[in-house]
């Protein structure tokens, strides 16, 4: 009787083994939430687009974004949560460190912070001196931006009119105020789109040194895998690089699967601040780095500020094994 060659018995025992044992080869994919704190808009562009394109699940991640819930309960969600990563803005997480909670920074999406002070371009306030003698628009939970940028000028509060007012453009645009707090992502690209014209102070430009959109987790998944936050933030990174090689792609993606309906102008606007500030102080292509400096004078600065339960330090708020490194992904 004649054998069969064994190029033939080869090809039936990789037939038999891939129908016998067709998991062998899977590897199971990591549950992973990521909470963001807010709705899901080209602010976490990079996020959705690595998310589209699958580059979590080439990272072994299944990957699960969570928009904000009404109680904006991010830092507690990502605590009680397993393998649970937020975002935030630096300050929140100082105050919740203060607090006691268990958390580190791990990287940031917007290396400096989107606070800015707007007004109508013919008020002419094109400085923080400029200020003086007008009425200033202020949300009360963004006090010691305003302080900051105010000190950068050397201009006291008693040189303008302060009043409290809601999160709209509406105050600016009906003349109840003549500048405006708000982010540069936000409600100065809302003024843009609607045809008016701005002067904008930004605050990462007159001293206020904060990062926005922060990579944050629990000190015990830092504790317990180390790895699956290295993944997840290089999967990241990749998702930011590409929304920047094709940002119209991201906001048809944002407009067409997660915010039918809203203005695209808008979203497109606010991502091209968004990506000036995604490479603002590390320069190209930096996504995700953050700076120790950086972080020690922010702490500095709200230490002194009095607004947190106890001192916090740079070291205890942040954990920087996981800046971004060319070559390899990690393991």
Not at 140 to 150: C, E, K, Q, T
Not at 165 to 173: D, F, K, T
Not at 248 to 262: C, D, S
């Amino acid at each position: 009787m004649m054998k069969p060659p064994l190029r033939l018995l080869g090809i039936l025992a990789l037939l038999l083994t891939r129908t016998l044992v067709p998991c062998l080869a899977e590897t199971p994919l990591v549950p992973v939430t990521m909470q963001l704190d807010w709705k899901p808009n080209v602010q976490f562009a990079g996020i959705l687009v690595a998310l589209e394109k699958g580059y979590y699940r080439e990272a072994g991640l299944d990957v699960r974004v969570q928009p904000v819930d009404q109680e904006m309960k991010v830092v507690e969600s990502v605590v009680q949560g397993t393998n649970w990563i937020g975002c935030s803005e630096s300050g929140v997480l100082l105050g919740a460190r203060a607090n006691g909670a268990p958390i580190k920074a791990v990287g940031t999406m917007l290396q400096g912070s989107p606070f800015c002070l707007m007004s109508l371009a013919e008020k002419g306030i094109r400085k923080p001196s400029d200020l003086r003698g007008h009425t200033l628009g202020v949300h009360p939970d963004a006090n010691l931006a305003l302080d900051i940028v105010l000190h950068s000028g050397r201009v006291p509060r008693s040189a303008m009119r302060c009043i409290d007012v809601e999160h709209s453009i509406q105050p600016l645009i009906s003349g109840q105020v003549d500048v405006l707090m708000g982010y540069v992502i936000d409600e100065a690209v809302a003024l843009q789109t609607a045809g008016h014209t701005l002067n904008i102070l930004r605050g990462h430009e007159h001293g206020y040194v904060a990062y926005s959109q922060v990579y944050f987790t629990s000190e015990q998944l830092l504790a317990r895998d180390p790895a699956l936050i290295a993944r997840f933030l290089h999967a990241s990174h990749r998702g930011w690089a590409e929304t920047a090689r094709d940002p119209e792609a991201a906001v048809r993606l944002v407009t067409g699967k997660y915010l039918p309906g809203i203005d695209v102008e808008y979203q497109r606007r606010s991502l091209a601040e968004i990506l000036k500030l995604a490479q603002l102080e590390a320069g190209p292509g930096s996504y995700g780095t953050m700076n120790r400096r950086t972080w020690k004078k922010m702490v500095k600065v709200f230490n002194q500020s009095g607004i947190l339960q106890r001192p916090v330090t740079a070291a205890e708020m942040t954990d920087f094994r996981f800046q971004p490194q060319t070559g390899r992904a990690p393991r």
